[in-house]
């Protein structure tokens, strides 16, 4: 399951997507907005995002995922629009039998998104606005 | 051959536009789109990363844009 949206995701319902009797471990990823960045103080953060290229992108990552590192399953999910400090940003869920694996797997469809997935994050700080500097795709 | 420009990200500032239909001429590269596309828009002109997808992915510099298509630019994202 890949979702990209504006509204806040019950991570309860994320983890259960994830499990399944072939399931022995699930590891998960959490982020969300922190009040500092850089030495500046964060108010607020506004994502963009090329939404229809960002789902498409996190569907590869997700496959890949599940290719490279044999598990079960995994669910994405990244908001965009404007959040408060404290608001969740993204989440990531791997199923897989054995821990390994699916902290790999987890790790694995955090850092592609990072480099990959078409998402931008702008700080407003007192002094104003910063978009946030990518990763470079290496 | 008329496409389809968007722009993401600090670029939509920087350019003042999330989209404009531009005519390129045929047989135009990704890559040589990418360049007139800074010599419209100076303030990109500087930007060391300018990352383009043509029709929703990463392709290679080389492709051959087509009418019709979709070309997106942006600088390294930052989600996460």
């Known amino acids: 399951m890949i979702r990209v949206q504006k509204e806040d995701f019950d991570i309860g319902e994320l983890l259960s997507a994830v499990k399944s009797p072939r399931v022995g471990g699930v590891s998960c990823f959490l982020g969300c907005v922190r009040d500092s960045s850089q030495g500046r103080r964060v108010e607020r953060m506004s994502i963009e995002v090329y939404e229809e290229m960002a789902a498409a992108e996190l569907e590869k990552i997700r496959d890949e995922a599940l290719e490279r590192f044999q598990v079960e399953e995994a669910v994405v999910v990244h908001r965009y629009g404007d959040l408060e400090v404290g608001d969740n940003i993204v989440f990531i869920a791997v199923g897989a039998a054995h821990r390994e694996e699916a902290f790999q797997a987890c790790r694995y469809i955090l850092e592609e998104l990072k480099r990959r997935v078409p998402i931008w994050k702008k700080e407003v700080s007192p002094d104003g606005e910063h978009w946030v500097e990518g990763v470079r795709p290496g | ?80």
């Open chain 2, 1 to 80: 051959m008329r496409v389809r420009i968007r722009y993401f990200g600090q670029f939509k500032d920087l350019t003042g536009l999330e989209e404009e239909f531009l005519e390129l001429p045929e047989g135009c590269t990704v890559a040589e789109a990418r360049e007139l596309v800074k010599q419209r828009h100076p303030p990109l002109a500087s930007k060391e990363q300018i990352l383009v997808a043509l029709n929703g992915s990463f392709g290679d510099l080389g492709d051959k844009v087509r009418e019709g298509d979709e070309l997106a630019f942006f600088p390294p994202v930052s989600g996460g």
